[in-house]
């Protein structure tokens, strides 16, 4: 009802005062990226119902979560619940948590800043990301692990046994890789050994195709999706538990031992998926830094954006840190000016 900033955070203070249970599941279960329902497409009650119990609507919901339904089984369930909601029950609120849009001006940023270390406080989901080199000169140093950089979509492919959901490094779920999620579903085994996580795992990487533009129009896309020819590059991997905690203290050598191990099974049969390959230099000697310097040149005229540089000793943290550097050219071209055209607007 209003869009001030103070105003949302009010509401929620206030309502977190109240105890409003029901008010924080439902945030909890739109705002965290980890509780996914597997339906792409939930439809609007045109007219009221009796009324749907919010019990009846959370057991709904956990088994849309759980796999448990899916496919007709799950539409059919969503269709029954929706004809007992009233409109207002369903459109605004049960409806709004399964398209994880609450549509309300809000994020988990604004309701983590209000209710802290609360017991309603939502797990921010978040990656590695790298800082840029030239701002980190005196962090070269040491054993580093070179990469190529790659141009593509970086996607997290979560596992939870039976279930791989693809997600972007924000968080949004995306259903447009289907053969990216039946192979990582497919040799989900190879990704195990040594890593003692139950079958519960995060894969991270970058999913790449003909072109960066085309690669980001079919990512988006609703319908008519061709996804046919696109790789998933993985590059890092740890347990599910350790990914939500933000922190995994295994060292950046020992998650790569893991891949590589996983590299032949993979790359044996027909599949989209393919271990990213490196070379480690000594940042301490001259010759490490002319390696580097090769390398770099190499992958620029290969036509990758630049290259990555990961110390091998680091933990993953998700979060930007100097762990993972990247490096990319700077091009610097004079231009004329030939003409201009007067804004509007703003």
């Not at 980890?34 to 609507?57: N, W």
């Not at 693809?166 to 190879?190: C, L, Q, T, Y």
């Not at 032949?264 to 990213?276: D, F, T, Y």
Request: aromatic share 10%; with cysteine.
């Amino acid at each position: 009802s209003d869009n001030s900033r103070l105003f949302k955070e009010s509401v929620i203070e206030r309502e977190a005062k109240a105890g409003n249970a029901e008010f924080f599941r439902g945030c909890r279960a739109a705002f965290d990226a980890m509780i996914t329902f597997g339906i792409r497409q939930v439809p609007e009650a045109i007219k009221d119902g009796p009324g749907l119990k919010s019990e009846s609507f959370w057991t709904l919901a956990k088994k849309l979560a759980d796999r448990e339904l899916t496919g007709d089984a799950a539409r059919v369930a969503v269709v029954h619940a929706l004809n007992k909601a009233t409109q207002e029950e369903w459109n605004s609120w049960y409806r709004r948590i399964l398209i994880k849009d609450l549509r309300c001006g809000i994020s988990e940023k604004t309701l983590n800043k209000v209710l802290k270390n609360s017991e309603w406080r939502i797990p921010v989901f978040t990656c590695q990301l790298a800082q840029d080199s030239t701002d980190q000169p005196k962090k070269l140093t040491g054993i580093k692990r070179l990469e190529p950089k790659l141009d593509g979509v970086r996607v997290l492919a979560v596992v939870q046994g039976m279930n791989v959901s693809i997600m972007s490094r924000n968080g949004k779920e995306f259903a447009n890789f289907p053969d990216i999620a039946r192979d990582v579903m497919r040799h989900r085994g190879a990704f195990q050994w040594g890593l003692a996580s139950g079958g519960r795992f995060v894969l991270d990487g970058e999913v790449t195709g003909e072109s960066f533009q085309k690669l980001m129009k079919q990512a988006q896309r609703k319908s008519d999706v061709q996804t046919d020819g696109m790789v998933y590059h993985i590059f890092d991997i740890m347990p599910l538990d350790d990914f939500q905690r933000g922190y995994w203290n295994a060292q950046q050598y020992k998650r790569f031992d893991i891949l590589e191990k996983a590299r032949g099974i993979i790359e044996e049969s027909a599949s989209c998926l393919k271990i990213v390959s490196g070379l480690e230099v000594d940042l301490d000697t001259a010759e490490g830094h002319d390696i580097m310097q090769r390398y770099a040149e190499d992958a620029v005229a290969e036509g990758f954006e630049g290259i990555m540089i990961k110390d091998v000793h680091a933990p993953y943290e998700c979060k930007r840190s100097s762990f993972w550097m990247k490096w990319k050219p700077v091009i610097s071209v004079d231009l004329n000016i030939v003409g201009f055209e007067e804004g509007t607007g703003r």
